[in-house]
């Protein structure tokens, strides 16, 4: 966005944005912003921006998004509006061209919303994969154009293929509230596409496959349930592990949330890593928890949510030498019951 570039794409936009220059004053504001501050259009304009946003943390963290160039994520921001009645929001800061800032508020659901959008996590997750990912397409895509080899293209359509699918799902998360692109999902077909992913990694580690192949298919949102799957392995490489195990299994009797089924599908990734830190493991699931220095604390978290999301749980076992984190999702109605009268159950 140049300096002098219009704004009018952004007027009808239901995210609230602003533009800061480089003193942290409004230069420009949308109505959806106004409104969520309860200010008139011309007391915005002007203003601090600890002015609007009246959080110290939120100023201080603009200040460090300038100087440092690059993009700052602050989360559960109480904003003292009238109309949002004292609410929470969460902010996405982004530098622009010419010293200046652009602000994104992104309105969080009241506890008692008929309709939840994402949590906090999921949003966070957005905001995070979305600016990265043009770049990295287009690198590849350049890469594609430029290789003789046809292994080395193929790899390169994989990773523009990825970039394509978060994207969109960062994009749905974003401004659709989140909702779900269910349809029918091969899970074996999921597992099979991780294991593509896994081993064009460098240093990839051994990859086993130990399918049921009864499973039927669960209605769900492939995209985010690739996602879980993914986080889980890249995890349990991150960690050390020298071979993962991918098993699909129809597990009996099984507790998910409230509810008691007789059966579920089980997704299991088996890592022979070092195990989950004793440290950790009461507060694994939880934002910002992460045993690596340099780790966003955002994939467990995240993962966990889209296993509630589709009606499952995430759960593990963990100690030196073999960890299993396992995806539990409820079986279809129709074949619940054969499922459970015709199935096994492997541990």
């Known amino acids: 966005m140049s300096e002098n570039e219009p704004l009018g794409w952004a007027e009808q936009m239901s995210t609230g944005l602003a533009v800061v220059d480089g003193a942290l004053r409004v230069q420009w504001i949308n109505p959806a912003l106004v409104e969520m501050l309860g200010l008139g259009l011309r007391h915005a304009q002007g203003q601090p921006l600890a002015g609007l946003l009246q959080e110290p943390g939120v100023v201080e963290q603009a200040g460090r998004s300038l100087a440092e160039q690059r993009s700052v994520q602050c989360r559960?921001?109480?904003?003292?509006?009238?109309?949002?009645?004292?609410?929470?929001?969460?902010?996405?800061?982004?530098?622009?061209?010419?010293?200046?800032?652009?602000?994104?508020?992104?309105?969080?659901?009241?506890?008692?919303?008929?309709?939840?959008?994402?949590?906090?996590?999921?949003?966070?997750?957005?905001?995070?994969?979305?600016n990265p990912l043009a770049g990295l397409?287009?690198?590849?895509?350049?890469?594609?154009?430029?290789?003789?080899?046809?292994?080395?293209?193929?790899?390169?359509?994989?990773?523009?293929?990825?970039?394509?699918?978060?994207?969109?799902?960062?994009?749905?998360?974003?401004h659709h509230d989140g909702a779900p692109q269910l349809g029918p999902v091969n899970l074996h077909q999921l597992l099979e596409r991780l294991s593509e992913l896994i081993l064009a990694e460098p240093a990839a580690p051994r990859v086993?496959?130990?399918?049921?192949?009864?499973?039927?298919?669960?209605?769900?949102?492939?995209?985010?349930l690739q996602q879980v799957m993914l986080n889980l392995a890249r995890n349990a490489i991150e960690a050390g592990a020298r071979t993962l195990t991918l098993r699909s299994r129809v597990e009996h009797g099984v507790r998910l949330g409230e509810r008691m089924l007789r059966s579920a599908l089980r997704l299991d990734v088996i890592d022979d890593g070092p195990g989950v830190p004793a440290a950790l493991r009461d507060t694994l699931f939880e934002p910002l928890v992460s045993g690596r220095a340099d780790g966003t604390g955002l994939g467990l978290a995240l993962s966990r949510e889209i296993a509630h999301e589709h009606g499952g749980e995430?759960?593990?076992?963990?100690?030196?030498?073999?960890?299993v984190f396992s995806l539990y999702l409820p079986l279809p109605p129709r074949v619940g019951a054969a499922a459970s009268s015709a199935g096994r159950s492997d541990g």
């Open 76 to 130: 559960g921001v109480v904003l003292p509006g009238a109309q949002n009645g004292g609410g929470r929001v969460d902010v996405a800061l982004q530098p622009l061209d010419a010293g200046r800032l652009l602000v994104e508020v992104h309105a969080l659901a009241d506890a008692g919303s008929a309709i939840s959008p994402l949590s906090a996590t999921l949003r966070g997750f957005a905001h995070e994969v979305k």
């Open 137 to 174: 397409r287009g690198a590849a895509q350049l890469l594609q154009r430029r290789l003789d080899d046809a292994d080395m293209q193929a790899l390169a359509g994989m990773v523009i293929a990825e970039a394509d699918r978060l994207a969109a799902l960062a994009n749905r998360l974003l």
């Open 208 to 224: 086993r496959h130990d399918y049921d192949p009864s499973l039927p298919d669960v209605h769900g949102d492939a995209d985010r």
């Open 314 to 323: 995430l759960r593990y076992a963990s100690r030196a030498g073999g960890t």
